[in-house]
């Protein structure tokens, strides 16, 4: 997937963390539309350019691949008919999810996480490979017209085609995220892999462009846009556009390291041996060495909160940290801070079965050392001090707050450099949600 023209790095971080909704490329319930095959004038030009990028690349083209248009507002409808495909359960998933979301300050009461991800995400897609289906999409364009940008996009998914190809990517993806080290929380191949794949694609169709259109190649394509087209605003959540930006910022610079050190083979070498972490890619260094996450998932709650279901358990790695600590803080500086030491993380979200406007959100952070940790605990004062939180001391280190629709508490465990955070809708929830937490009971 390529962030479109006039958006230099936009999508959306939804699903993955909070809710199994349907769409996206892996979503197997909703079949992709039919394309607009390209005119046949442009067959020799497209595979000019595929055949470039190939030999760019180091791999062979995918020759299954099926080649084509769609229109935005058929990507649009796409999105949007898996979200008509859920039933009630899935639906009150992703209510709870939106509650979860607004618990940790992440987005604001009004936003739908169903037209940010059918109107907004789609809106910033300029192109699209599927790998369940081998096909590799272009969005929108004009009477078969291909220009600088779209050159570039098609660069970039015919390097998603290629990896295909080369790697299996869906049973390369099954391969590392269904590990007994993901389950286990010692790793985050879920975002890790996505990670590899699209640095690999966005370094690629960055030295193609260089290649092709030389140095000055973004202002080349900068110019060809309409003078009207970058003039719209992007509705998306600052915490949702960051997350998925991190696949077009972090992750080619993570990739570029590794072309930098050993060129392509190193880089195919990492598909054999992916980064285990956010924290590896932000410090390839730490990739090297095989730093893991340094502690197990947190305790789960289901037992306690009888008559709830959780919705979801992922990892929330050191990038994870500084986003929702810029996100609630405004400070990159202090999203540094908060975020340096990382050791491990885990994010769950539970709903209450008869009332999906009730959640729980557990939030289970570990550091490598106890100065570390500090240092994350003198962020989230700030944080809490940002939502007009009304902080209680509990015991020393440990604090319960009220907020704005919210109850929440905080607990060191200072054996393990980790803190325990639960941040519940109304008492009642938070109580059940504490249960184990001597401190607060």
């Known amino acids: 997937m390529r962030p479109g023209r006039s958006v230099a790095t936009a999508a959306l971080f939804i699903c993955a963390l909070f809710a199994a909704c349907g769409g996206g490329d892996d979503d197997e319930g909703t079949p992709f539309p039919t394309l607009t095959p390209f005119p046949s004038p442009l067959a020799e030009r497209l595979h000019a350019i595929r055949d470039r ?3 760019l690349r180091g791999l062979a ?3 299954r691949v099926i080649e084509g248009t769609i229109t935005r507002e058929t990507l649009a409808a796409y999105y949007d008919s898996s979200f008509e495909e859920l039933d009630e359960e899935e639906r009150a998933d992703i209510d709870a999810s939106e509650v979860v979301l607004r618990l940790l300050g992440l987005i604001d009461a009004d936003d739908d996480l169903r037209s940010i991800f059918t109107e907004e995400f789609s809106g910033v897609i300029a192109g699209q490979y599927v790998p369940a289906e081998d096909r590799l ?13 779209d050159e570039i996009t098609l660069a970039h998914e015919y390097v998603h085609s290629f990896q295909d190809g080369a790697y299996d990517l869906d049973a390369f993806r099954e391969r590392w995220a269904k590990s007994d080290l993901e389950r286990d929380g010692y790793t985050q191949y879920s975002e890790t892999l996505a990670c590899l794949i699209e640095g690999d694609a966005s370094l690629a169709d960055e030295l193609y462009a260089e290649q092709v259109f030389g140095p000055d190649w973004r202002e080349q394509a900068a110019a060809e846009e309409p003078p009207d087209s970058g003039g719209g605003e992007i509705d998306i959540p600052p915490f949702l556009l960051r997350s998925f930006a991190f696949r077009y910022n972090e992750c080619p610079a993570f990739v570029r390291s590794l072309y930098d050190e050993g060129g392509w083979a190193a880089v195919n070498a990492a598909f ?5 972490t956010t924290e590896q890619v932000l410090h390839p260094d730490k990739y090297r060495s095989r730093e893991l996450a340094n502690t197990g998932p947190p305790v789960d709650l289901t037992e306690d909160l009888d008559g709830w279901k959780r919705l979801d358990s992922a990892q929330f790695g050191e990038y994870d940290v500084f986003n929702y600590a810029v996100t609630l803080t405004g400070s990159p500086e202090a999203a540094v801070i908060a975020a340096a030491g ?5 994010v769950r979200s539970y709903r209450d079965n008869e009332n999906s406007a009730r959640a729980v959100v557990q939030l289970s952070l570990g550091w490598d050392t106890r100065q570390d940790l500090f ?12 939502r007009g939180a009304q902080v209680e001391p509990v015991s020393e280190g440990n604090i319960r707050w009220t907020a704005e629709g919210q109850l929440g508490v905080a607990f060191l465990d200072l054996t393990l450099n980790r803190v325990e955070i639960r941040i519940a809708t109304d008492a009642d929830a938070l109580e059940l949600a504490t249960t184990e937490l001597a401190a607060f009971n």
């Open 53 to 55: 990028a190939a030999r």
């Open 61 to 63: 083209p995918f020759d």
């Open 137 to 149: 999409v272009l969005v929108s364009v004009a009477d078969g017209d291909i220009g600088i940008s």
């Open 272 to 276: 054999e041996n992916p980064p285990d």
């Open 342 to 346: 990382w050791g491990s993380g885990w």
């Open 375 to 386: 240092e994350f605990v003198s962020v989230f004062d700030a944080i809490l001090a940002a």
